[in-house]
């Protein structure tokens, strides 16, 4: 059940702050930006503001994504737990990324549930340290290999040499659709469909806004999964002509603690007032943005009111359940994405195909997070052991 700790969702929060800010919207089409560099999109005016037929569908999906009582729909049947001294070497892209920190805490806890040894290499978030970490674990000879949030294009090499070596390679939001793929050659990607994540939070600005928003994109364009994601932010914020996509910004999530802060005091020294809502593909960036908010005197409650697409690590829901600069976040399960990282690596040691399972998505806010530090379906656990026989 919902349950409500405030008077008003966290969608409402936002609507009647924003209400007539921004008459005359426009629907605005981004060109193109480099690497690390704020844009603005050109706009063109479309006389028009709000935006009912969408804004009554965004309020309708909102509404279910920010149900709490989602239960657990996994799978129910699989192989009995391999044993034997397996083990999984986790390449990180960055532990500094909550949410691939998460995963791999997730992996840790259920692959102690199982039996299995993890070690887990950091690539610090550079292109040369992500091929030398994968470098090592392929030499390391594991029994599996987790590609974590990073694109496995970039060690392509370090992975033909793992398939002539026999080891199956498991990714977490490694390319943009879940599932097995071929090229690259991943036994499955964890991750949820990055379609939903990015319409449910384009959809939180049009519903929290009454459809009246001048909105901002923080984005990492040098990682495929998260250029798509913040591209279909964009098309899903254009199907309402009262949101005026004011910038798109891109900071390399390796150095957003560093370049938030200076381009978030810039964005609000240019914008002011019209900025009311933002969407960022991971949450760290509000963590990095909070200084400069506070410096410029703005309330933590909002405008600007900011939701995470991604990832719903402990810090982003403190953020959310004390107003402190983020609004909401769309989370990712991240421990039940450990587990089913595991669950997928006993699949392919036993000779089974892929679970093909996706987690769905939700809206975390202060109204239902109750206090929490992540969110999971119910259940996942006691499924995982079921079928593993632990």
């Not at 605005?28 to 569908?57: H, I």
């Amino acid at each position: 059940m919902h349950h409500n700790r405030h008077a008003r969702s966290g969608a409402d929060r936002g609507r009647h702050a924003v209400t007539a800010l921004l008459t005359g919207a426009a629907i605005v089409v981004l060109g193109g930006c480099e690497r690390g560099s704020s844009g603005d999109p050109e706009s063109s005016a479309t006389g028009t503001s709000g935006c009912p037929a969408a804004q009554a569908r965004a309020e309708a999906a909102v509404s279910r994504a920010e149900r709490d009582d989602v239960p657990w729909n996994g799978p129910t049947t699989g192989p009995r737990a391999v044993t034997g001294g397996r083990t999984l070497v986790y390449v990180a892209q960055t532990m500094t990324n909550p949410g691939v920190a998460g995963a791999a805490e997730g992996v840790r806890e259920a692959a102690r549930v199982i039996g299995w040894d993890v070690r887990v290499i950091d690539g610090g978030g550079t292109p040369a340290g992500i091929q030398a970490a994968m470098s090592e674990a392929v030499t390391l000879r594991p029994s599996g290999i987790v590609i974590g949030g990073f694109d496995p294009n970039s060690t392509s090499q370090q992975i033909a040499r793992a398939e002539q070596a026999g080891i199956p390679i498991v990714g977490w939001h490694a390319v943009p659709a879940p599932g097995p793929s071929r090229r690259p050659a991943l036994f499955t990607n964890i991750t949820t469909r990055v379609e939903d994540v990015a319409r449910i939070s384009a959809r939180w600005v049009i519903s929290s806004s009454n459809g009246d928003a001048g909105a901002l994109i923080f984005t990492d364009a040098s990682i495929p999964f998260a250029k798509n994601k913040s591209e279909l932010i964009r098309e899903e914020l254009a199907t309402c002509a009262g949101v005026d996509l004011l910038a798109y910004v891109n900071i390399p999530i390796p150095d957003a603690s560093s370049r938030t802060p200076r381009e978030v005091s810039s964005l609000l020294s240019r914008f002011q007032d019209r900025w009311t809502h933002s969407v960022a593909i991971n949450d760290l960036y509000f963590a990095d943005a909070a200084p400069a908010f506070r410096a410029a005197g703005k309330d933590g409650s909002g405008p600007p009111f900011n939701i995470g697409a991604g990832d719903g690590d402990p810090s982003a829901f403190q953020r959310v359940d004390s107003e402190q600069y983020q609004a909401a976040t769309v989370p990712e399960p991240l421990t039940l994405q450990g587990w089913q990282i595991v669950d997928e690596f006993n699949r392919a040691f036993s000779g089974s195909p892929a679970s093909g399972y996706v987690a769905p998505v939700h809206i975390s806010t202060a109204d239902n997070s109750e206090g929490a530090t992540s969110w999971n379906p119910s259940g996942y656990r006691e499924g995982y052991r079921k079928i593993w026989g632990k």
